[in-house]
């Protein structure tokens, strides 16, 4: 078996762990209401359908009763995709950014990824169309900030582009030490900072705000978010 890789912290560092509090901006692809629909021909069966199918998911995580699906949905499923702050199969995180445009940034880094990746869009002129709905939630409990000392040493290791395993093993040592968030700097948005929710207990008020809708394209060349109110969009190039 391969050596086991030293830990890029010092334990004494999760002293600085405290209650913290953050407004974080959170998007995710709309697409459970619009796939339902499809299948009743009123609201009254529509609601009977989501019934049926809330009996058939997990049960939610404790500290999770009482939000809305919005804030609580990450944490009731283990995904078999790894992300920066959890392992294939381990429980689930809810990420946030300061900003919208922070939290369109992480979207469209992913966009991109999937186009890249993805055998089916492999083709010059493939683009990918989605809508997504982006609202505010407050973040509020224990927490590690690792842009501030002494987690700021490593600066490198959190904010790898694509090597996630000094975060995940953080995340994992953070949650045995009743650590429920930490703060990070955006690699995807350069200046935001960012939210890994490790527990649902830390996501305060029970329901999100000030939510909108986006529609994204994506290329192999840019991502572009506009607005479905109009009047703002943003756009990378890759």
Same mark, same amino acid.
């Given at each position: 078996?391969?050596?086991?890789?030293?830990?890029?912290?010092?334990?004494?560092?999760?002293?600085?762990?405290?209650?913290?509090?953050?407004?974080?901006?959170?998007?995710?692809?709309?697409?459970?209401?619009?796939?339902?629909?499809? %299948?009743?021909?009123?609201?009254? &069966?529509?609601?009977?359908? &989501?019934?049926?199918?809330?009996?058939?998911?997990?049960?939610?995580?404790?500290?999770?009763?009482?939000?809305? @699906? %919005?804030?609580?949905?990450?944490?009731?499923?283990?995904?078999?995709?790894?992300? +920066?702050?959890?392992?294939?199969?381990?429980?689930?995180?809810?990420?946030?950014?300061?900003?919208?445009?922070?939290?369109?940034? &992480?979207?469209? @880094?992913? +966009?991109?990824?999937?186009?890249?990746?993805?055998?089916? $869009?492999?083709?010059?002129?493939?683009? %990918?169309?989605?809508?997504?709905?982006?609202?505010?939630?407050?973040?509020?409990?224990?927490?590690?900030?690792?842009?501030?000392?002494?987690?700021?040493?490593?600066?490198?290791?959190?904010?790898?582009?694509?090597? @996630?395993?000094?975060?995940?093993?953080?995340?994992?040592?953070?949650?045995?030490?009743?650590? &429920?968030?930490?703060?990070?700097?955006?690699?995807?948005?350069?200046?935001?900072?960012?939210?890994?929710? $490790?527990?649902?207990?830390?996501?305060?008020?029970?329901?999100?705000?000030?939510?909108?809708?986006?529609?994204?394209?994506?290329?192999?060349?840019?991502?572009?978010?506009?607005? +479905?109110?109009?009047?703002?969009?943003?756009?990378?190039?890759?």
């Amino acid at each position: 078996m391969p050596a086991e890789q030293p830990q890029p912290w010092q334990d004494d560092w999760f002293r600085s762990a405290r209650k913290r509090r953050m407004q974080a901006w959170r998007g995710v692809e709309s697409q459970h209401v619009s796939a339902t629909m499809k %299948l009743v021909d009123s609201i009254e &069966e529509h609601e009977a359908l &989501e019934a049926l199918l809330e009996g058939s998911k997990p049960p939610l995580p404790p500290g999770a009763a009482g939000l809305h @699906y %919005l804030l609580f949905t990450p944490f009731r499923y283990a995904s078999p995709h790894a992300s +920066r702050f959890r392992r294939s199969g381990e429980a689930g995180v809810w990420y946030g950014a300061d900003s919208l445009h922070a939290a369109c940034a &992480e979207i469209a @880094y992913w +966009r991109y990824r999937f186009i890249i990746d993805s055998a089916g $869009l492999a083709k010059d002129g493939s683009e %990918l169309l989605t809508t997504h709905t982006f609202f505010n939630a407050t973040v509020e409990g224990r927490a590690i900030d690792l842009t501030r000392p002494p987690w700021l040493e490593q600066a490198t290791v959190w904010g790898h582009p694509v090597d @996630y395993s000094g975060t995940q093993a953080l995340a994992a040592a953070a949650r045995d030490r009743g650590v &429920e968030w930490i703060r990070y700097a955006s690699v995807r948005h350069a200046g935001a900072r960012c939210a890994a929710v $490790l527990s649902p207990s830390a996501l305060a008020g029970g329901a999100p705000a000030a939510q909108q809708e986006w529609t994204c394209r994506a290329t192999r060349q840019r991502v572009m978010f506009h607005s +479905r109110a109009g009047g703002a969009s943003f756009s990378w190039d890759f």
